[in-house]
């Protein structure tokens, strides 16, 4: 199975842009990239998902890179509530495998 | 509108014990899943219902686990003869299709003494 690499933890300034990398080299040509998060003491959300485009909502953006290997989550402007753990997942479109497979995520620390 | 749900929200039991959690999906969401998350580590996938279809136990560490979906809906997951290193948070999560965004519930805090 592909796997994702991201850093442990980074920490942004309240108000400022944040960006979050995520490394999928063995990525394959259909793996669609899902970002989640989970808040603390809650169970993850879903926060944005995309296959080759940027993708943007109202929670965040999504770059990916052009050979596919990486991709990068944007939170625009980092609020307090956007502490939490941010997990990148690769999920193939097909199969009998409907699971997310969780890495250890990000731990994002917003400070005031 | 209503998330998922999940009851009870902490358990403590004695090993050796049996548990059951338990599970209400989003109304009208064909796929439901079971993942649990030890303290600090990622999220573990147990087991994927998706409507009639024979569910996907891949997931589940060992016969001492099992689970149901019944009626299409509700979902009970079952721990036989508990064990301290079941200890974790139980999520679960349901999509409109397999395809879909997960939504999850808040979880099962399970503690095995």
């Known amino acids: 199975d592909a796997k994702t690499t991201q850093p442990n933890s980074m920490e942004s300034n309240e108000e400022e842009p944040v960006h979050l990398p995520c490394n999928h080299s063995?990525?394959?040509?259909?793996?669609?990239i899902h970002w989640y998060r989970q808040l603390p003491s809650q169970g993850p959300e879903y926060v944005i998902h995309?296959?080759?485009s940027n993708v943007n909502n109202r929670m965040a953006s999504l770059a990916i890179a052009e050979d596919r290997k990486s991709s990068t989550l944007i939170l625009h402007r980092a609020t307090l509530r956007d502490a939490a753990v941010y997990y990148c997942?690769?999920?193939?479109?097909?199969?009998?495998?409907?699971?997310?497979?969780f890495g250890s995520g990000t731990q994002l620390t917003v400070l005031p | 509108g209503a998330g998922v749900s999940q009851s009870p929200s902490n358990k403590v039991t004695e090993k050796g014990k049996d548990v059951e959690l338990r599970c209400d999906p989003i109304?009208?969401?064909?796929?439901l899943y079971w993942y649990r998350q030890s303290l600090g580590q990622g999220l573990e996938f147990l087991i994927y219902?998706?409507?009639?279809?024979?569910?996907?136990k891949s997931g589940l560490p060992s016969d001492r686990f099992s689970a149901e979906r019944t009626g299409g809906s509700v979902s009970t997951l079952t721990i036989q003869r508990t064990q301290q290193e079941d200890s974790a948070v139980y999520l679960c999560?349901?999509?409109?299709?397999?395809?879909?965004?997960?939504?999850f519930g808040p979880g099962t805090r399970l503690t095995v003494l």
């Open positions: 999560a349901s999509s409109h299709s397999g395809h879909d965004e997960q939504f």
């Open positions: 063995t990525i394959s040509g259909t793996d669609y």
């Open positions: 995309g296959l080759t």
């Open positions: 997942i690769l999920r193939p479109p097909g199969g009998s495998a409907r699971q997310l497979t």
């Open positions: 109304s009208g969401h064909t796929a």
């Open positions: 219902f998706q409507g009639n279809s024979a569910p996907d």
